[in-house]
Nanobody
């Protein structure tokens, strides 16, 4: 059974940092890519960042470039999202997803499995 378990969400002040974790099991980690998406209250889902689990290539949405860093620990089948310089507009439920990376990753294309999400709130 495929499982993706997100953790690390919470409440932080603007300018602060959070690190999200996505622990994966039930599939061959190296054969997939892992992405983070978010959905703010009243808004649609947005692709945040992706990483190729095997090769480590990374991709970011323009809105988070220079502030967020995605990384993976292949020994632990875990992907991290380090979020720095957080802004109130980063407030959202953050989901990790696993699948095959495509040029349309930001839309969720290619993603096969999704976690349940973790809420991150950035106060002003």
């Amino acid at each position: 059974e495929v499982q993706l378990v997100e953790s690390g969400g919470g409440l932080v002040q603007a300018g602060g940092s959070l690190r999200l974790s996505c622990a994966a099991s039930g599939f061959t980690f190296d054969n997939h890519g892992t992405c983070w998406f978010r959905q703010a209250p009243g808004k649609g889902r947005e692709g945040v960042s992706c990483i190729s689990n095997r090769y480590g290539n990374t991709y970011y949405a323009d809105s988070v470039k220079g502030r967020f860093t995605i990384s993976s620990d292949r020994a632990k089948n875990t992907v991290y999202l380090q979020m720095n310089s957080l802004k109130p507009e980063d407030t959202a439920v953050y989901y990790c997803a696993v699948g095959h990376l495509t040029t349309g990753w930001g839309t969720g294309a290619g993603m096969e499995y999704w976690g349940k999400g973790t809420l991150d709130t950035v106060s002003s």
